[in-house]
């Protein structure tokens, strides 16, 4: 499956319209690309299926569980885990994977902990497997917990899963059941078929079919005691639109399981993205609202909790739980806004004017006159562009009007001449190309005919000089 793109042409209103791979960003992680319009070959969907086949997982997920079965069954000495072909191994294995780079002796809380065992998919145009601190993981269980949750519906969150599962193992009283949605199917070596199901969440896909489909139904079922809420940390090169419309339709599959008293609610959830991306989470769940707490990641070399201005985590939590509900650790800086009723940092000072706590990144933001909003305190209100920006920036609007067109009215960004001379900067920078190809083929040419002439010439010379 995959998703329906516009290929917009310039100084054309319609678009033409394409599939192409709904997780890969990049053509090189994955080359599927076919117009609408498109009629396909039964050749080309051979060589599809062909391709598919051949880069299929070594093992199905109910093979891997199988195999699970008897790697716990082996003595320590034995256990052993393939970082190449990141991949269990039986004894029976050992030699194949002989020269790779093998790890000995899993214990049984490696084995509980398959986040920190496997290497992070770490591609941002496609997998951008970044994991909770645990800190953050910490924090999210025990919030869940507190808010009397006792399922929880794991999309691309696979450590707050394995944390869940650990504990589950360990605890007898430990009540929290989980379920793991996610395109990393590594994971199938560890979880059960109930424990894990392979998933694209950019396109609503189980790629087990009609019974992982049954599995996530038969999960969000809850009992009387068992109230269940999504957690999701999608990667955030992702489109959100596509996202909302996943996420939409879990809900709605939550909402077919339950009988009564569920017509006009959403499923709760937990959503992980940055700050920046509020307005476009809002314009599809107008109910959620965003938390000032942040999330940081093991693996990413910015996204820390603790850092000041641009290099702190700009990651949060947006919810469509009522925010008085989610008390912030104040011990990490958070305090109750008694206007607000709810936590915010504690550099997140109320505006009287606003009416709100403004602050986006835990720093004290200010409040515009001119712009009627709070903005960052390293802005300026520029007269020029009419808006609050850095001192150092370059205004975009000047007395002498538009950079591009010289008219007044309207910033460069926005300049209806701006296609226009793009296409004939690229038209020109083609021409000056393909001027200077002949150029270049008219001197190789010159010097090609001088060198023949040069060796006829030398050829004569020595007849000459022989015959004397």
């Not at 590594?186 to 049954?214: K, L």
Request: proline share 4%; hydrophobic share 30%; charged share 30%.
């Amino acid at each position: 499956p995959a998703l329906l793109f516009v290929k917009v042409s310039h100084g054309k209103e319609e678009g033409r319209r394409f599939y192409a791979c709904s997780a890969c960003r990049d053509r090189k992680d994955c080359n599927f690309f076919q117009w609408e319009d498109e009629k396909v070959s039964e050749t080309r969907l051979a060589a599809r299926e062909e391709y598919n086949r051949n880069h299929q997982p070594p093992f199905t997920h109910r093979q891997n569980v199988e195999r699970y079965k008897n790697f716990v069954l082996l003595p320590l000495s034995k256990r052993r885990f393939c970082q190449e072909c990141q991949q269990l191994l039986l004894p029976a294995e050992w030699e194949k994977h002989s020269s790779h780079q093998i790890l000995c002796d899993i214990s049984t809380a490696q084995l509980r902990s398959p986040s920190q065992l496997l290497y992070p998919l770490e591609n941002k145009k496609t997998n951008a497997q970044y994991l909770f601190a645990d800190r953050s993981c910490r924090f999210l269980l025990d919030l869940i917990i507190s808010l009397g949750f006792r399922r929880v519906l794991c999309v691309g969150t696979p450590r707050l899963h394995e944390m869940i599962q650990s504990k589950a193992s360990q605890e007898e009283d430990f009540r929290v059941r989980s379920l793991l949605l996610d395109i990393d199917f590594r994971y199938s070596q560890f979880y059960t078929e109930d424990e894990f199901c392979h998933y694209n969440m950019f396109n609503h896909y189980f790629f087990g079919g009609e019974a992982e489909h049954e599995t996530c139904r038969k999960f969000l079922h809850q009992d009387k005691d068992e109230r269940v809420i999504m957690v999701t940390d999608p990667p955030f090169g992702g489109l959100v639109e596509a996202l909302a419309s996943s996420f939409k339709k879990l809900m709605a599959m939550w909402k077919e399981t339950e009988k009564e008293g569920y017509e006009n609610q959403e499923m709760p959830m937990f959503w992980i993205f940055p700050y920046f991306f509020e307005s476009r989470i809002l314009e599809f769940f107008p109910s959620f609202s965003m938390m000032d707490y942040q999330v940081d990641y093991d693996n990413h070399a910015l996204y820390k909790h603790g850092k000041t201005g641009r290099r702190q985590s700009p990651v949060r939590i947006f919810t469509n739980l009522s925010p008085s509900m989610i008390i912030l650790p104040v011990e990490e800086g958070y305090r109750f806004c008694a206007i607000c009723q709810r936590y915010v940092s504690s550099g997140n000072q109320h505006c009287e004017i606003c009416n709100s706590c403004t602050s986006k990144d835990g720093r004290q933001w200010k409040h515009c006159v001119l712009c009627k909003k709070c903005v960052k305190p390293s802005w300026f209100h520029c007269n020029n562009c009419n808006c609050c920006a850095l001192q150092s920036h370059t205004c975009e609007k000047t007395d002498a009007g538009c950079f591009v067109c010289g008219k007044a009215g309207h910033k460069r960004s926005t300049c209806p001449s701006l296609s226009r001379t793009r296409t004939s900067c690229q038209a020109d920078k083609k021409q000056r190309q393909k001027t200077l190809k002949r150029v270049k083929m008219k001197i190789h040419k010159r010097l090609a005919m001088k060198h023949a002439i040069f060796s006829r010439r030398k050829i004569k010379n020595k007849k000459r000089h022989d015959c004397l």
